[in-house]
């Protein structure tokens, strides 16, 4: 599966790869920073809807539970499927119909955000509904990265893969703050945020359909590639090359992933913050992912080859886990007395732990593209992709079940598991 520099699938020319570059960065910008508008209001809002239901504290969480684990759900479903299409029909027409799909999604939910206590079932049905819909034409990320792929050089990859984490950082940054104004600002239109994330997806998607050229260099193989096949989807996870690779980034994904889905009960009982508080907080971890892949990996990934900078960004994703895990214990033996140090300590513990993650995200993605057959780069990219969505499932459901037992447990599992993600990538090989 090993490929030479020679058999690396054509690459567009120049002009036409830059411009596709561009055009993604872009795309996914527009598309998360919807995303990052819609996240932090959805579990207030279900909230809200469950309480007039009368549903027990079990069944409402569970409910948001659902809701917040539904988009993941999707992705992990729909990740290798996209990717997979879009090695036999091409990345353009997956990429706008992910876009088409955000629109929609974004869009119905606005529209039960607006919905009173009067119609809360309806409500939280379209919410999910919301949700899966997003998490679905969300799953089209492969294909983002298949793009990437297709448009650089095994030189370049890391680098190029580098751009989307950029893009997400972005997008994640200014979508909160979007959504802590609307709050701030217009309380009264709570569909607001919903219908503004469904007018950036959709001009997203017409910039695309203007100006996304097709980068998959079609024809080049005779086999017939249907847009399911499971046996060629696990092939994929035994494949020495690939599966090592994946493990990683799923094992270190669940780990992140319970940091995140734990953070905002964390920052509320720890630092007392609300929900304004909140959205600048998810903000600030995007400008410190946009900031990590936009400038620091992509400079050093000049000189540093991937598994260095994979090495890397285990020790740092482990440093943050620890440091987060050394605060948290802090505050609970000594609470008030470590107010004044509190949030300029706890900055740069989530600093260290999202420049870990972005470092080595992008480190994964290059090398797993690079190990695969250019023929098949967007159904291998999607099968990470994939088990990189099931890691955000568990990792918060495990993480929050470990929070009531004691603030600090979820990152000490964390930490824990990096050490065995530590072992793993030292057995990597370089190519």
Request: contains cysteine.
């Amino acid at each position: 599966m090993n490929q030479s520099p020679n058999s690396e699938q054509e690459t567009p020319a120049p002009r036409s790869a830059r411009t596709a570059l561009i055009i993604v960065f872009l795309v996914v910008f527009i598309d998360l920073l919807g995303f990052g508008i819609v996240i932090p209001l959805l579990p207030r809002y279900a909230e809200e809807y469950t309480k007039p239901l009368n549903y027990s504290e079990s069944v409402s969480g569970l409910i948001i539970a659902v809701l917040y684990c539904s988009f993941s759900a999707m992705q992990f479903i729909f990740a290798p499927l996209w990717g997979r299409l879009s090695d036999r029909i091409g990345r353009r027409p997956v990429l706008l119909i992910g876009l088409a799909g955000s629109v929609l999604s974004y869009a119905a939910f606005g529209f039960a955000s607006e919905l009173g206590s009067q119609q809360a079932k309806l409500a939280l049905m379209f919410m999910f509904l919301a949700r899966c819909g997003a998490g679905i034409a969300g799953a089209t990320i492969a294909t983002a990265q298949a793009v990437i792929a297709d448009c650089t050089t095994r030189e370049n990859r890391s680098r190029g893969m580098a751009l989307i984490g950029a893009a997400f950082g972005i997008g994640f940054t200014f979508g909160p703050l979007i959504a802590w104004a609307g709050v701030s600002l217009a309380p009264q239109y709570r569909g607001g945020p919903g219908y503004l994330a469904a007018i950036l997806s959709l001009l997203a998607f017409i910039y695309g359909y203007v100006k996304l050229p097709e980068t998959r260099v079609l024809g080049k193989s005779g086999e017939h590639r249907s847009w399911l096949n499971l046996r060629r989807l696990l092939e994929t996870l035994y494949l020495p090359s690939i599966g090592s690779l994946v493990l990683i980034f799923f094992l270190a994904t669940f780990a992140f992933a319970g940091f995140e889905g734990t953070l905002s009960l964390l920052t509320q009982k720890a630092l007392g913050y609300g929900e304004k508080s909140n959205y600048l907080l998810f903000a600030y971890i995007g400008f410190m992912l946009m900031l990590a892949q936009g400038y620091f990996y992509r400079k050093l990934s000049k000189t540093w080859d991937e598994i260095r900078l994979l090495r890397t960004g285990l020790i740092l994703l482990f440093a943050g886990m620890v440091l987060i895990s050394a605060i948290t214990g802090f505050v609970e033996q000594i609470g008030k007395l470590a107010e004044s140090l509190l949030p300029i300590s706890f900055l740069f513990a989530l600093a260290v732990t999202v420049f870990g993650f972005a470092f080595l995200t992008p480190s994964v993605q290059a090398l797993i593209s690079r190990r695969s057959d250019p023929q098949r780069q967007g159904e291998v990219l999607g099968v990470n992709q994939s088990f990189s969505a099931l890691a955000r499932i568990l990792g918060p459901l495990l993480g929050l079940s470990l929070q009531p037992f004691s603030l600090i447990a979820p990152y000490l599992f964390s930490a824990g598991l990096l050490v065995l993600v530590a072992l793993l990538a030292q057995r990597l090989n370089r190519v």
